[in-house]
């Protein structure tokens, strides 16, 4: 069974960095196809993709967010790592990482087919 | 960035009937196209990957097609757990990008 859990702080300040860390379980980060991504969601708004990482360690941005994400592998094999530099009250929502399958070693036509619960960040002072 | 386009934003529908929800990109994505669903407060679940492949454990109700930049998510008899918020997703290459997202409401 696959699992996926977010954590950090709930509430940030204006200009401080954030720190997400997502726990997997069920599936190992270093076999072929295998990605974990983030995606947010401000209140009452749509989706939005963030970041990915791959199973070899690749890394991809939102172009918009590009300048101010850092996605990494986390100090356990099973963890992986959002740093988000000068939030922002706009960046409130809420933050959810899943496991991506690529197709083979391809990441194009992939899905999303497990997600975290999700967790809710306000930036406010 | 691939721009997905969603129509409509919302639709009121009852019980049983046939529910069409559209997704047009601004460039062709072959069938690297996924539907999720999401309920309040929880987190989105993934329907239909690469256009029109059912994900395991989801009702044979859900459908979705392709006609080439145009792709149909279809509800044949909606059933009360299926009012929800539902988006679309390219996955023809990165960054992914969603559409804004389709609200079905009980009418």
Redesign the interface.
């Known amino acids: 069974q696959v699992t996926l859990r977010e954590s950090g702080p709930a509430l940030v300040k204006p200009t401080e960095t954030l720190t997400l860390t997502c726990i997997f379980s069920g599936f190992s980060l270093s076999t072929t196809g295998m990605c974990v ?1 983030w ?1 947010r969601q401000p209140p009452g708004k ?4 963030l970041a ?1 990482i791959d199973w070899d360690d690749d890394k ?4 918009s967010l590009k300048t101010r994400l850092t996605i990494s592998k986390g100090t356990s094999e099973n963890q992986v790592v959002l740093t988000m530099t000068n939030m922002d009250p706009v960046d409130t929502a809420t933050y ?1 990482c899943e496991r991506m399958r690529g197709r083979g070693y391809s ?7 497990a ?4 967790t809710t960040v306000t930036v406010s002072s | 960035d691939i721009l997905m386009t969603q129509s409509p934003s919302s639709l009121s529908a009852s019980v049983g009937d046939r529910v069409t929800i559209t997704c047009r990109a601004s460039q062709s994505i072959s069938t690297s196209l996924n539907w999720y669903q999401q309920k309040p407060g929880t987190a989105p679940k993934l329907l239909i990957y690469s256009a029109s492949t059912l994900q395991s454990g989801v009702p044979s109700r859900f459908s979705g097609s392709v006609s080439g930049t145009d792709f149909t998510l279809t509800i044949s008899g909606l059933q009360p757990e299926d009012f929800a918020t539902y988006y679309c997703q390219q996955s023809y290459n990165l960054p992914r990008t969603f559409g804004h997202g389709t609200k079905v409401e009980i009418k």
């Open positions: 991504s995606v749509a989706l939005e993709w990915l991809y941005y939102s172009t959810y990441l194009s036509g992939g899905y999303m087919d997600w975290g619960k999700g």
